[in-house]
């Protein structure tokens, strides 16, 4: 199992504020899903980002694949409380084998 | 749109006891996953089915069991629990398994605490 880490682990902000997550490891990825887990809920899929320096918009959603597929950010414009969950990154091996980042948890108050 | 269905939602146990989670999706899905989900660890793959009449071991399968009992249903049994066992189990689906950018769709989970 790849050594994966996400940071921060925890961040609180205010509405309209912005924000980045991070997502790394020392090995290369094939691709990587970034998912949202609400309260009481499954994570439920974001993006998925297969080429190295790949940038993807969803919304007020920025993902980014890093250029040697090792890592990938999370960007998100003028937070807003819709925006408050766990984050999770998914990258996949190229054996396909796919690993869960323990996650950031995201707060957004009004 | 029902996806993916989890029974219980919560479930306490003692040290010892048996029970199997329930897990059903209405998706046409091929694979189906168990995972686990323990703070600060992320999530962890219990057992897979990559297609029916298959399973395989995944990460953390000792302790558990599992049985992909048609294309539609896959449970997962807890023979003895133990209190390690407690966190929150997480059942998925995705259309083909360890397949480039497989999306997964997660049911909405099970609390299971064992004393």
């Known amino acids: 199992t790849q050594l994966l880490e996400q940071s921060p682990q925890f961040l609180s902000i205010q509405e309209g504020e912005n924000l980045t997550v991070y997502c790394n490891s020392s090995?290369?990825?094939?691709?990587l899903q970034w998912y949202r887990q609400e309260p009481g809920e499954g994570p439920v899929l974001l993006v998925t980002v297969v080429t190295g320096g790949e940038v993807k918009k969803l919304k007020r959603l920025t993902f980014q694949f890093g250029d040697a597929r090792k890592d990938s950010s999370l960007h998100i414009t003028a937070a807003q409380p819709g925006d408050t969950g766990l984050y999770l990154c998914a990258p996949t091996d190229s054996w396909g084998k796919l690993q869960f980042g323990a996650g950031t948890q995201v707060v957004v108050t009004p | 749109n029902a996806g993916v269905t989890q029974t219980p939602k919560f479930q306490v146990l003692k040290t010892g006891q048996s029970m199997t989670l329930q897990c059903a999706q209405d998706?046409?899905?091929?694979?189906m996953y168990w995972y686990r989900q323990d703070p600060g660890m992320g999530l962890r793959l219990i057992y897979y089915s990559a297609s029916e009449g298959t399973t395989d071991k995944g990460e953390v399968p000792n302790g558990y069991n599992v049985s992909r009992l048609n294309k539609r249903e896959f449970s997962l049994r807890l023979e003895s629990a133990a209190p390690s066992q407690t966190s929150v189990y997480f059942c998925?689906?995705?259309?083909?398994?360890?397949?480039?950018?497989?999306?997964?769709?997660f049911g909405s989970g099970t609390q299971l605490s064992v004393l």
């Open positions: 998706m046409n899905h091929n694979s």
């Open positions: 998925a689906s995705s259309e083909w398994s360890r397949a480039a950018n497989e999306k997964l769709f």
């Open positions: 090995s290369v990825f094939s691709s």
